[in-house]
Nanobody, 121 residues
Framework: QVQLVESGGGLVQPGGSLRLSCAAP????????MGWYRQAPGKHRGLVAS?????????????KGRFTISRNITISRDNAKNTVYLQMNSLRPEDTAVYYC?????????WGQGTQVTVSS
């Protein structure tokens, strides 16, 4: 089964920063959208941010106000490498979750195995 490869999660103190990376294997063609989702304990998986191959970015309403105005969260993408990044600054304990990478082409969705982000002192 083809999977995306995530890295960059870990334990960080409140106010700290993390950069998540996700690479799609070359066997996945014509990726239209790449993005990040997260799932906290006892909650459903939800979108954090996504970016199209043309650079159009969508931030989830749950993070839009706090993050994007102060640019504390940034999604970016390297189309040549089929890689998407999520830079998160000023992290809070409520950001603790498993973060999943997603890629969509016209045929289907692909997912990574998830990377744990824990924000705690």
């Amino acid at each position: 089964q083809v999977q995306l490869v995530e890295s960059g999660g870990g334990l960080v103190q409140p106010g700290g920063s993390l950069r998540l990376s996700c690479a799609a294997p070359g066997s996945i063609f014509s990726i239209v959208v790449m993005g990040w989702y997260r799932q906290a304990p006892g909650k459903h998986r939800g979108l954090v941010a996504s970016i199209t191959s043309g650079g159009r970015i969508n931030y989830a309403d749950s993070v839009k106000g706090r993050f994007t105005i102060s640019r504390n969260i940034t999604i970016s993408r390297d189309n040549a490498k089929n890689t998407v990044y999520l830079q998160m600054n000023s992290l809070r304990p409520e950001d603790t979750a498993v973060y999943y990478c997603n890629a969509q082409n016209p045929s289907r969705d692909y997912w990574g195995q998830g990377t744990q982000v824990t924000v705690s002192s």
